[in-house]
């Protein structure tokens, strides 16, 4: 079974807000970037689609260890609550649908998590926080005309104009 380092993180421009998410694979010495986001979106399904895209892009069954800065993703799988979770039917969770796809790799991998601090200096961390911050960003625009017209005390930008 092969060996792959998975580094993931998740970021939002705004809870909910815009949103993206980076993970770096690493096997035998080569890196793979992979990166997206959602025009509406929470730091938390950011977390958890950085895992299961990760794990999505992996061609067969590996040996993983991922390392992420989200307590909700280590915690939720190392602590035991997605098996809470499924065993109750997928109810009184936030997100069942991703947790569901996440527990489907996490039976196709064998899947060790690890939790670092964020923004804590570890290096691959840090570059999946450049990648989930950029995707976000990228949507900052395509979130604005999705959300409709910016509006302030003075009314929509339509109605000023």
């Not at 997928?90 to 527990?103: A, C, G, S, T, Y």
Request: hydrophobic share 35%; with cysteine.
């Amino acid at each position: 079974m092969k060996e792959v380092e998975i580094y993931t993180d998740g970021a939002c421009r705004g809870n909910p807000g815009p949103g993206g998410w980076g993970a770096i694979l690493v096997y035998n010495g080569q890196e793979k970037e992979l990166s997206g986001g959602d025009p509406l979106t929470t730091n938390n399904r950011m977390e958890l689609l950085a895992a299961i895209s990760a794990l999505e892009a992996l061609k067969e069954p590996c040996a993983v260890t991922l390392t992420s800065d989200s307590k909700y993703l280590v915690d939720g799988v190392s602590l035991g609550w997605l098996d809470g979770w499924r065993a109750r039917g997928w109810k009184k969770v936030k997100n069942p649908e991703l947790w569901q796809r996440l527990d489907e790799l996490l039976h196709r991998h064998r899947v060790s998590f690890v939790w670092v601090r964020g923004h804590d200096g570890h290096p691959y961390n840090e570059r999946c926080d450049r990648l989930a911050t950029a995707a976000a960003d990228a949507l900052i625009p395509a979130a604005a005309q999705t959300a409709g017209k910016t509006a302030d005390k003075h009314g929509t930008e339509e109605e000023r104009a």
